[in-house]
């Protein structure tokens, strides 16, 4: 069992940074990757940034790409969410969650379904 906890979430201008950790504990972490995931009212959960823990290999959505750096902070415990020049349409509560690593090699990263260990979630409000 893996358990994730997110933070960081704030209200921010348009064109501001900021910065979101998701801490990791758990067994067998090097098992799996990590994603971040955004949803809004209504909508289905948004395939953000994957990081595989061992590899640190790295894909992002289009809509997040040259904006958005996931990494793996350098104690092993967060995973972070880099968020450069955000804009309103990022607004969403932000998630992160575990898929197994063979998962990942499959290209299954992007599916919400395949994902478990999900945190409880933190608020990003983008203002214009």
């Known amino acids: 069992q893996v358990q994730m906890v997110e933070s960081g979430g704030r209200v921010v201008q348009a064109g501001a940074s900021l910065r979101l950790s998701c801490s990791v504990s758990?067994?067998?972490?090097?098992?799996?990757?990590m994603g971040w995931f955004r949803q809004v009212p209504g909508k289905e959960r948004e395939f953000v940034a994957v990081i595989a823990w061992v590899q640190r290999s790295t894909h992002y959505a289009d809509s997040v790409k040259g904006r958005f750096t996931i990494g793996i902070d350098r104690d092993d415990i967060a995973i972070y969410l880099q968020m450069n020049d955000v804009k309103p349409e990022d607004t969403a509560v932000y998630y992160c969650?575990?898929?197994?690593?063979?998962?990942?090699?499959?290209?299954?990263?992007?599916?919400?379904?395949?994902?478990?260990?999900w945190g409880q979630g933190t608020q990003v409000t983008v203002s214009s």
């Open positions: 969650a575990t898929i197994h690593v063979v998962d990942y090699a499959e290209g299954n990263y992007n599916r919400s379904s395949e994902y478990e260990n």
């Open positions: 758990g067994r067998a972490l090097s098992t799996y990757a």
